[in-house]
């Protein structure tokens, strides 16, 4: 899944996607390139790496015409070789998505006597272009995508012609209508603040952009009108401020997460009730930190409506022939709403007909588009790699799903719940100290986080979160489950974060800590229970104290003190918690 843009209009093109790219980077960042045209040339510039590596490149590059690309490798080592555009005579192409019959369509061209540059799998649709080219360039685009199978959106450009050909087919592709000048991108926020309106193409479509004409075109290539919808994009502040890094600022965003989610979720509370009305069973799914909110939401519907409810990452959901009944509820939980796994998880329990829910930080995506109810997350824009505020907001969501389905008195407090637990936060995320822990954290061969029900979800979140930006290894596990296997990994060189919110559950806890130290293991204790620290065992030096707060909604709090440990962890390793490595903010492939 990578990102990528357009510009065809009276300004300097490069300036364009350049900016664009930019905006675009949480999609990937493994490599950046643009192509532009001009003077009856294509002039390419690429480069292995994050996009401001293009900056010096662009230089003195005046173009009315480009296209560009940030790249997550998945066919093709990060290199300046494997990075888009790809090229094929006269034609340039950058691509999001995955050719699956790539090797196929290689190797009839390779017999033909093309020769390839690159290990990857959008190499084929240059190709392709090329060899169909004979003077229009959308019709050489549409009889390559009858060839494609896959998921794509592609933009191709031609030297000698003013214009732009996209397609998409699985991946997302948007067009922006300026005044004489048009743009194309994988996403919104590519085109913030550079035009008023947009439309989101459809699966199988084609376009057509000149500074002047958007034309449009559907799978059979008759030419279509598609709706114009609002850029919301424009007012939308994607800056850094004074901090940092973006993943500290959003962590510092979580208070608000929650509450805007509540003040948003009360438009949708109607709707939700009535279509509940013959639900009797929920699955909830979603991939990594989604799929760990839908281990809490689950926990919710069990405990205040009695419902069955069942979770399945979106990713084992979708192969596993799932039993689904009319009854039935599938909460699909996505922040970006693109992720394959949960977009397509998504439309096979509609196939199968059950009420799709929602749950997403994206109010213009793929998953808003298929579902029956959307329940808004109202974190604001995350730009981190790492989730952190959409993830409370969605447990935020989760729970005021449950409270209101519930009714009763959970229902009636469930706003006030809600404020109350964020101006818990805000003071957890202030007064926090994780640095001793940090670094403890930084220099062991093993981070292990541990917890039982509701904090052994957060457990699975925690160790995520650290090794996702720190790379320390290690593993989430529910605490009772520690003398069952993974006390053989604790020893002096490994760090055991036990997660104890639940008063009840404490002293189970308590022995898992001992069976800890007692093997010379560090234990952090991060608790609101009472009393708990003088049960310790006196080995246990690093306790994390945060508020009391309601049983179900401590998760919140402790969430935070995770993501801020973290964050931490990665700075002291000098690692880039925005961007990790290998990894891109929207899985958009499988
Ligand atoms: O956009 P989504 O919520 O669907 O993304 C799902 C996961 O890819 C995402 O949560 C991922 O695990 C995060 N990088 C974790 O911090």
Same mark, same amino acid.
């Given at each position: /899944? ?55 490149? *662009? ?34 192409? +950058?691509? $999001? ?93 590519? *085109? ?22 958007? $034309?449009?075109? $559907? ?8 709706? %114009?919808?609002?850029? *919301? ?13 973006? /993943? ?58 009695? /419902? ?15 039993? &689904? ?7 699909? &939980? ?8 949960? +977009? ?11 009420? @799709? &829910? ?39 969501? *989760? ?40 670094? /403890?954290?930084? %220099? ?72 800890? @130290? ?5 234990? +952090? ?66």
């Amino acid at each position: /899944m990578c990102g990528i843009t357009g510009y065809i209009g009276g300004k300097n093109a490069a300036k364009e996607i350049y900016e664009g790219l930019r905006r675009l980077e949480y999609r990937g960042y493994d490599s950046a390139g643009a192509a532009f045209t001009g003077g009856g040339k294509l002039t390419v510039i690429k480069r292995e790496g994050k996009v401001e590596k293009l900056l010096p490149l *662009l230089g003195e590059t005046v173009s009315h015409v480009g296209i560009g690309h940030t790249r997550w490798a998945t066919h093709g080592a990060p290199s300046d070789i494997n990075a888009h555009p790809h090229v094929a005579g006269d034609i340039a192409v +950058v691509h $999001n998505g995955i050719i699956e019959n790539y090797a196929k369509l290689k190797a009839g061209l390779v017999e033909s006597g093309v020769k390839f540059l690159s290990d990857t799998d959008s190499e084929v649709i240059a190709h392709l272009i090329n060899k169909y080219y004979s003077g229009d360039l959308l019709a050489a685009l549409q009889k390559t995508a009858g060839l494609l199978e896959g998921s794509y959106a592609i933009m191709a450009i031609c030297a000698g012609e003013d214009r732009i050909a996209v397609t998409c087919k699985k991946s997302p592709l948007i067009i922006g209508y300026g005044n004489g000048e048009n743009y194309c991108a994988s996403d919104e926020p590519a *085109l913030a603040g550079k035009c008023d309106e947009i439309t989101v193409l459809e699966d199988g479509d084609f376009a057509e952009l000149t500074s002047t004409s958007v $034309n449009v075109y $559907n799978g059979d290539f008759r030419r279509i009108m598609r709706g %114009r919808e609002p850029n *919301l994009a424009v007012s939308v502040d994607l800056t850094m401020g004074d901090y940092p890094h973006y /993943m500290l600022k959003e962590i510092l965003e979580v208070p608000q997460s929650v509450v805007r989610t509540g003040t948003a979720f009360a438009s949708v509370e109607e709707k939700l009730k009535d279509a509940f009305k013959d639900v009797d069973r929920v699955i909830l799914t979603g991939c990594g930190t989604a799929y760990h909110a839908a281990l809490v939401g689950k926990r919710y519907f069990e405990s205040f409506l009695k /419902m069955p409810a069942e979770t399945e990452t979106a990713g084992e959901f979708r192969y596993k022939n799932p039993v &689904i009944g009319g009854r039935t509820a599938v909460l699909a &939980i996505s922040q970006s709403g693109e992720t394959a796994d949960t +977009v397509e998880a998504a439309r096979l329990a509609r196939e199968r007909g059950a009420l @799709v &829910i929602a749950v997403t930080n994206s109010h213009r995506s793929q998953l808003v588009r298929l579902a029956d109810v959307v329940v808004p997350v109202a974190a604001g824009p995350e730009i981190c790699v790492a989730a952190t505020k959409s993830y409370t907001g969605q447990i935020a969501a *989760l729970y005021l799903c449950a409270a209101t389905l519930a009714g009763g008195e959970l229902n009636e407090g469930k706003y006030r719940a809600l404020s109350h637990v964020a101006a818990l936060a805000e003071k957890v995320i202030k007064n926090s100290d994780v640095s001793t822990v940090a670094n /403890m954290c930084s %220099r062991s061969r093993g981070t292990y986080f541990l917890g039982r029900d509701l904090d052994y979800a957060l457990a699975l979140e925690g160790s995520l979160k650290l090794k996702e930006v720190s790379y320390v290894p290690g593993e989430g596990y529910p605490a009772g489950e520690l003398k069952h296997g993974p006390l053989a990994l604790i020893y002096n060189r490994t760090v055991a974060v036990f997660i104890i919110t639940d008063k009840e559950l404490a002293v189970k806890c308590e022995n898992a800590v001992e069976q800890v @130290v007692t093997r010379g293991g560090k234990a +952090v204790v991060i608790t609101n229970v009472d009393g708990i620290v003088s049960k310790l065992p006196k080995k246990v030096k690093h306790v994390i104290r945060i508020p009391k707060a309601d049983k179900y909604l401590s998760v919140i709090l402790a969430a935070a003190v995770v993501q801020l440990l973290a964050y931490r962890t990665a700075t002291v390793l000098n690692r880039d918690p925005d961007k990790p490595r290998n990894l891109a903010k929207s899985v958009t492939v499988e």
